[in-house]
């Protein structure tokens, strides 16, 4: 393992996440190890696209899978960097011409309350 690459993944997953990758639910130690050191020590990391680029791409692919739990965690993820809120639910909407209806219908729903569990967790004290 390089622990530059390593460490460069590191910062890049805190920098879209906005926290560290420990204790992820259903993430054994060597695959995490191995989507910090790879995913995001390198392809997160190349040039010529922004993270925010990168973050819409990854929504885009996420959405067309209907993979929730890791769409969910992306839309987060996209919002903590800046993201507007219209912006993602455009995408979405773009989607269903190139993905399908169902595509477009499940992404707004999973905004829906990703939106609505900030909101909540943003009202509290």
Same mark, same amino acid.
């Given at each position: 393992? !390089?622990? =530059?690459?390593?460490?460069?993944? +590191?910062?890049? #997953?805190?920098?879209? #996440?906005?926290?560290? *990758?420990?204790?992820? *639910?259903?993430?054994?130690?060597? #695959?995490?190890? &191995?989507?910090? =050191?790879? +995913?995001?020590?390198?392809?997160?990391?190349?040039?010529?696209?922004?993270?925010?680029?990168?973050?819409?791409?990854? +929504? !885009?692919?996420?959405?067309?899978?209907?993979?929730?739990?890791?769409?969910?965690?992306?839309?987060?993820?996209? +919002?903590?960097?800046?993201? *507007?809120? =219209?912006?993602?639910?455009?995408?979405?909407?773009?989607?269903?011409?190139?993905?399908?209806?169902?595509?477009?219908?499940?992404?707004?729903?999973?905004? =829906?309350?990703? #939106?609505?569990? &900030?909101? !909540?967790? !943003?009202?509290?004290?």
């Amino acid at each position: 393992m !390089s622990n =530059e690459r390593y460490e460069k993944g +590191l910062a890049r #997953f805190r920098e879209v #996440f906005g926290r560290d *990758p420990l204790g992820l *639910p259903g993430n054994n130690a060597d #695959f995490l190890r &191995i989507t910090i =050191e790879h +995913l995001f020590g390198e392809i997160w990391t190349r040039p010529h696209l922004s993270v925010l680029e990168r973050e819409l791409i990854t +929504l !885009s692919a996420l959405a067309m899978m209907r993979t929730e739990r890791e769409l969910k965690g992306h839309m987060a993820a996209a +919002l903590q960097l800046g993201m *507007p809120r =219209e912006k993602i639910v455009e995408m979405m909407i773009h989607l269903a011409y190139y993905g399908g209806w169902p595509v477009a219908n499940n992404g707004l729903q999973v905004a =829906e309350r990703v #939106f609505a569990e &900030i909101d !909540s967790t !943003s009202e509290k004290p």
